[in-house]
């Protein structure tokens, strides 16, 4: 069985730092891509960041030069280094992986809230 466990959330003041861990496990087949994803209250899930072997990573225009993802392959972990951060990114942060089947999972959230 699939099981993605995020940490790293929390509370932190604008223009601080938080970083995220999600380790996946019960994985089998090959991961094709891991991704963390955000949802504010009453706003639509929205793509973070995202990173594969195949086309390295990927960012949204509000995460460019301040976050940064990585991956620990051998590890199945992937890592969320979120900078400079504001109110606007308060949110639950999802992880999210795609395997080769593209068959994708989630994790079950973990909240960060910017606020002084």
């Known amino acids: 069985q699939v099981q993605l466990v995020e940490s790293g959330g929390g509370l932190v003041q604008p223009g601080g730092s938080l970083r995220l861990s999600c380790a996946a496990s019960g994985i089998s087949i090959p991961i094709y891509s891991m991704g963390w994803y955000r949802q504010a209250p009453g706003k639509q899930r929205e793509l973070v960041a995202l990173?594969?072997?195949?086309?390295?990573?990927n960012y949204a225009d509000s995460a460019k030069g301040r976050f940064t993802i990585s991956a620990d392959n051998a590890k199945n972990t992937a890592y969320l280094q979120m900078n400079s951060l504001r109110p606007e990114d308060t949110a639950v942060y999802y992880c999210?992986?795609?395997?080769?089947?593209?068959?994708?999972?989630w994790g079950q959230g973990t909240q960060v809230t910017v606020s002084s």
């Open positions: 999210n992986v795609v395997i080769l089947t593209l068959d994708g999972y």
């Open positions: 990173i594969g072997s195949r086309f390295g990573a």
